[in-house]
């Protein structure tokens, strides 16, 4: 039995979390999704700092402080094992994260009395409240952790995201010498390189991820030590900078206090922009998703002037059918992040007077968007970016009888005459060159010299 401030409630003998933490679970039983690690990380990382700095400012007393400190290194290297379990608390729970703060205040509590050689529950000695979340709120350091877990999950989708980019480009150098239609309104447009298309997917998730990487980094400025509504309310002088301080030293990163605190509890803004950026690359890559199952599209009504892997039947009951599911799946997980990002931009905007509460699913959507993102992509990249082949005979194929090559005939006879010529070559299902050899407008030599696919692509 533990007691909190409504009285007295039954919590598992074998739980490191308390009373609060159990009250949460029985009042948000909504999705069984948790927080994430990265954000259990983040949340430990800003008790340890705290602590260290309430020590070092002398308002936490070394032996409780030390303790604190020892159960928070624990749980950080034992996080999957031993302590997998003890942060149950559901991701839609009581506004601005209280239930996970104290969840997280409750099992350092708890590890910390076992570590003084107390009993767990023994609050009077060391309390979650009064010692762990000594000179802090909810409302701060729940932002400062969803901040931090952020950067370390965007950390890692920039390296997934960078890989990606250059197995594009590899295959752009791979595919440059391959000419075929461009195609625009999905229609037969002037020529280019089959390298030109898949350069340009590699410079889109460049373009992409520096976004991505720009917006990391404005996170990196925190509302810590703000504590209830940015006045820094029960923290002894020096903490807001010494605990930013100590907290940038653990995480390895150029951590800053908040240039307006008061601004960084109410607004959500900097999440928010991380989210749109975590859009913008879903829709680039369902873009490219999608192009890629066009060219693919066939093998014999389609496109088909690439051949993605396959890897695995497409179809119960069609023999020999292998469809493009890597990108398909690629699609699906573009659609999701959309959606989470409309969720964040909803929580965002609904902040109200001094503090957003909505910051638990802002923070959740952002992550699993991530997730999503740096668990796939790689597994995309080996089993379908990188065995992609091109079907260098169709892209030549398709080009000879491209009717817009009449394109290049205008500069010399006129665009009405070259539209004339480009009708004449679709209805006779014959090539440009040779409505132009046939109609006498141009010798063999002539047109072969002007139209020569080669010169064709020339870039300026």
Known sequence: MERDSLGELEVPEDAYYGVQTQRALCNFPVSGHRERPDFIRAYILVKKAAALTNMELKVLDRD????????????????????????????????????????????????????????????????????????????????????????????????????????????????????????????????????????????????????????????????????ATGTGANTAPGYRESVILKLSELCQLPLRKADNSFEALQSRSQLSAFSGALKEIAIELIRIANDLRLLNAGPTTGISEIGLPPVQPGSSMMPGKYNPVMAECLDMIGFQIIGNDTTVTLAAQAGQLELNVMTPVITSNILESVDLLANYLPIFQKHCVEGIEAHEDRCRAYLELNPILATFLAPKIGYLKAAEIANEAMDKKLSIKEIAIIKGIFSKEEAEKLLKIETLLKKT
């Open 64 to 227: 409780r402080g030390k303790a604190i400190v020892a159960a928070a290194n624990e749980i950080l290297e034992d996080m999957t094992g031993r302590y997998s379990g003890q942060f149950p608390v559901d991701i839609f729970q009581a506004g601005a994260g209280t239930s996970s703060n104290m969840n997280i205040n409750e099992v350092l509590a708890n590890r910390a009395l076992e570590l003084l050689g107390r009993s767990r529950g023994d609050y009077g000695f060391l309390s979650p409240n009064d010692h762990v979340n000594m000179a802090q709120s909810t409302n701060d350091t729940f932002p400062t952790a969803s901040c931090i877990a952020v950067i370390f999950a965007a950390d890692r989708l920039l390296g997934v995201l960078s890989s990606l980019s250059d197995a594009f480009r590899e295959k752009a150098c791979e595919f440059s010498r391959i000419p075929k239609s461009g195609r625009t309104h999905l229609m037969d447009a002037v020529p280019v390189t089959l390298g030109d298309e898949f350069g340009a997917y590699a410079a889109a998730l460049s373009r992409a991820s520096r976004r991505i990487r720009e917006r990391r980094d404005n996170l990196l400025e925190l509302p810590l030590g703000g504590t």
